[in-house]
């Protein structure tokens, strides 16, 4: 899903763009065999989910290849919606750029069939968007860091409390 992709944000939105391509949104995706990761039968087997489904792959796929990733879960609120229900909820990934912050990237897309997808697009790091939530140095959320060509990865989940991995 990454070949070619030449820096980290690159990277991101071919993983992003593979799982918006070769996926299908339903809200009724199969149930995985008993012992089975549903993330991975989601991406190898029945290719089809909702949006934690995605955000799911995408923040595991995103590790994967070398990015601080997270899940995260709440509320696509839009101008005029006054009262908040279950249809407003909402999944997607977040990766770490230093100097910038967590930008959201939604691999559910146009996908869903509730529209509940406005609004999350990622921006490149140079354009200063996103950058909301919390940084690798308030609470240890992240990855004080970017993809390093060296071959060392970020830790597969969050450090407690400030420690990071080494640059």
Do not use: K
């Not at 918006?20 to 995985?32: F, G, I, K, S, V």
């Not at 008993?34 to 039968?41: A, E, K, T, Y």
């Amino acid at each position: 899903a990454i070949e070619g992709a030449e820096n980290p944000f690159d990277r991101a939105v071919a993983i992003m763009n593979f799982l918006r391509e070769n996926m299908r949104y339903t809200l009724q995706p199969d149930t995985p065999p008993r012992g089975r990761d549903f993330v991975s039968h989601f991406l190898l087997d029945s290719r089809e989910g909702y949006c934690s489904y995605y955000a799911t792959a995408m923040a595991v796929m995103g590790r994967i290849a070398g990015l601080p990733t997270r899940y995260v879960e709440g509320y696509l609120a839009r101008p005029g919606v006054e009262v908040l229900t279950g249809e407003n909820a909402h999944a997607w990934a977040e990766v770490y750029f230093r100097g910038v912050g967590w930008i959201p990237f939604d691999a559910t897309g146009g996908n869903s069939g509730s529209g509940n997808t406005d609004g999350i697009t990622p921006q490149p790091p140079e354009a200063g968007g996103g950058g909301t939530g919390d940084t690798a140095e308030g609470g240890g959320l992240g990855y004080d860091g970017d993809y390093n060509p060296a071959g060392d990865a970020p830790t597969p989940s969050p450090e407690p409390d400030g420690a990071l991995p080494p640059e």
